[in-house]
């Protein structure tokens, strides 16, 4: 039951403080951000605002699975935290007029912690509840079914209502599944409705909508970017919009998910947007995915709708199989991975990423091609194969990305990649039109061979006959290099060992991407090479990493201690 005047996010707040070793940091940094904003002179927590609002959901909605099927959704302490913040920080627009704070907030927790009912208490209050006129609310999922999970909830949250069901009508669609409700009902002598949509993939339907309330169900599993923004476009002029985003972690590097993962982790750390409320419960860095007490820390709901007896059964599956490690980490411990697909995964390859370089003018470099036509990238990539001041070897990489502008809006969307900026930034090149142009390349490398000690260029024989025959004008060797496992293997192993020992450095993003998206096949004879055709994403970044890599990997030798005295001196005489 919640009690009148009592602030529950207090009481949640002070369980972190007090027992700060039981909960991960992203947590404690979302509560030392309560604590920053209860300083604040702008904005202030109304607690019955929030305590309205969490009644109504222990009033009205109920378990429809499990155990607990047909009880009150009796809400935990962390979940009463959430609402809180959504729901009891206020502040006076520029109207004059008394609105929440939060728009839009982001909730990550793993699987089976009752997230769906959370999303559906606040779907249910936007439409009953919350007295906001003619309102129109939405479900979004991957796709129509997905968003059943989130739909059939709430319907049962009408059905087992008569004050809800006697003024609302619920529309079915094929198999019993649920496409819309109506709410009918008088105000001010005036007659208003407010409806309920679960949406599909027909995205055109949003233009002109004014929502009020989004729910966007398991938004990891979202591939498409436009659904997302043209609904958060479409709540710009509301005065108390909310758009909720709730989700486990998931697999890939380019799904809606991840972005909006991404951006909700900087509001964490830079508390920089008042709008979004962030709650994500995933593990601290260099977590030990065997250790029990990690499990406890992310799943809030442990040994309440999540059992240690059935994290410790799937554990056992996970422990054996690649792929089944990637689902429990993933809808488990709340972790974004590749899944058994990709080569590799996040945590692996994110500490490659640097901010500078150093200067490389004059150095010895090797490059790698990978030629496209149209929309996939183009990359040159320039290896250079230096040391560290300890003599250790260690791979530098450049690169350079081309691509067509033509619908470049729809390829950052399609691809979830924001290649403007990165223009901008100078880590890709636009080039006009639909095609790739190979002058503009033949002019970048032509401008590497000025700034550095090109060595040779590799490259994959598809569409590059023509630029090779210029590049060879200029003097510059240039070797074929073929993608089957037989030639690629011995590349792929030995980048595995400088990830691993942390030997590789780039300063481009998309290197990354590429990475993370790359797909391996095998073999008869257990030989690897990469593979476009099963790679969702683009892997072309990588594959002219790996293609100059063929020569860069025999120059990977650590500096003794005398060479390395020699070499300082040779750079200081």
């Known amino acids: 039951m919640i009690e009148p005047g009592v602030n529950y996010a207090d009481i949640y707040a002070k369980e972190v403080r007090k027992s700060p070793k039981r909960y991960p940091k992203t947590i404690k940094d979302m509560v030392n951000r309560y604590y920053k904003w209860k300083k604040r002179k702008d904005i202030w927590f109304d607690v019955d605002r929030a305590n309205e609002m969490m009644d109504w959901v222990e009033t009205f909605v109920r378990h429809t699975k499990g155990d607990l099927a047909g009880q009150p959704f009796i809400l935990e302490d962390w979940e009463k935290f959430l609402y809180s ?71 049962a949250t009408i059905l087992n209502h008569d004050a809800l069901m006697n003024a609302s009508h619920i529309f079915k669609g094929p198999k019993g599944t649920i496409s819309s ?27 002109g909508s004014n929502p009020h309330f989004i729910l966007n169900d398991e938004l990891h599993a979202q591939e498409n970017m436009d659904q997302y923004d043209n609904f958060k476009s479409a709540q710009i002029s509301r005065d108390e919009p909310i758009m909720f985003n709730i989700s486990t972690a998931g697999k890939g590097s380019s799904s809606v998910g991840m972005r909006v993962y991404r951006e909700a982790k900087e509001v964490l750390k830079n508390d920089d947007n008042d709008t979004n409320f962030v709650m994500i419960y995933e593990p601290d860095k260099n977590f030990d995915w065997t250790d029990r007490k990690v499990w406890e820390m992310v799943n809030p709901n442990i040994g309440i709708s999540v059992t240690m007896s059935a994290l410790e059964t799937e554990f056992i599956t996970a422990a054996r199989s690649a792929h089944k490690k990637a689902e429990f980490l993933s809808k488990h411990l709340n972790v974004f991975v590749n899944g058994a697909d990709n080569f590799f995964e ?28 149209t929309t996939d990238l183009t990359c040159v990539s320039l290896n250079f194969p230096t040391f560290d001041e300890e003599g250790k070897a260690i791979l530098k990489v450049k690169q350079m990305y081309f691509i067509p502008n033509a619908d470049i809006e729809f390829r950052e969307k399609e691809d979830n990649v924001p290649y403007t900026d990165l223009v901008q930034q100078g880590f890709v090149q636009f080039c006009d039109g639909k095609m790739i142009d190979q002058d503009q390349v033949l002019d970048y490398i032509a401008e590497c061979m000025d700034l550095y000690e090109v060595q040779q260029l590799n490259y994959d024989p598809a569409m590059s006959q023509k630029l090779i ?20 293997n011995a590349m792929i192993d030995d980048v595995e060992r400088l990830i691993y020992e942390k030997r590789l450095l780039t300063d481009n993003p998309l290197f990354i991407y590429c990475a993370l998206n ?13 593979s476009k055709r099963q790679s969702k994403k683009k892997i072309d970044g990588f594959v002219a990493f790996l293609v100059a890599h063929k020569e860069t990997m025999m120059q990977m030798d650590d500096i003794n201690e005398n060479g390395l005295d020699d070499l300082i001196s040779e750079i200081y005489r």
């Open 85 to 155: 913040n959504v729901y009891g920080w206020l502040h006076k627009n520029e109207k004059g007029k008394i609105v929440r704070v939060i728009r839009e907030c982001y909730v990550q927790v793993p699987k089976k912690n009752g997230k769906t009912l959370i999303g559906v208490g606040a779907l249910g209050y936007a439409m009953f509840g919350e007295g906001v006129l003619s309102a129109d609310c939405y479900c979004c999922a991957s796709d129509f079914n997905q968003a059943q999970y989130a739909a059939k909830p709430f319907a």
């Open 181 to 207: 409700v109506t709410y009918d009902y008088i105000h001010n002598d005036l007659a208003y409705q407010n409806q309920f949509i679960v949406m599909s993939k027909n995205i055109q339907s949003i233009e």
């Open 346 to 373: 996040q945590d692996q390859v994110e500490h490659i990423l640097v901010d500078d370089l150093g200067s490389l003018e004059g150095e010895s470099c090797y490059l790698g091609l990978d030629l496209s036509k």
């Open 469 to 488: 025959e210029k590049c060879e004008n200029f003097g510059l060797e240039c070797i074929v290099v073929n993608q089957y496992p037989n030639v690629m």
């Open 518 to 530: 790359m797909v391996v096949i095998t073999n008869i004879n257990g030989m690897k090479g990469p």
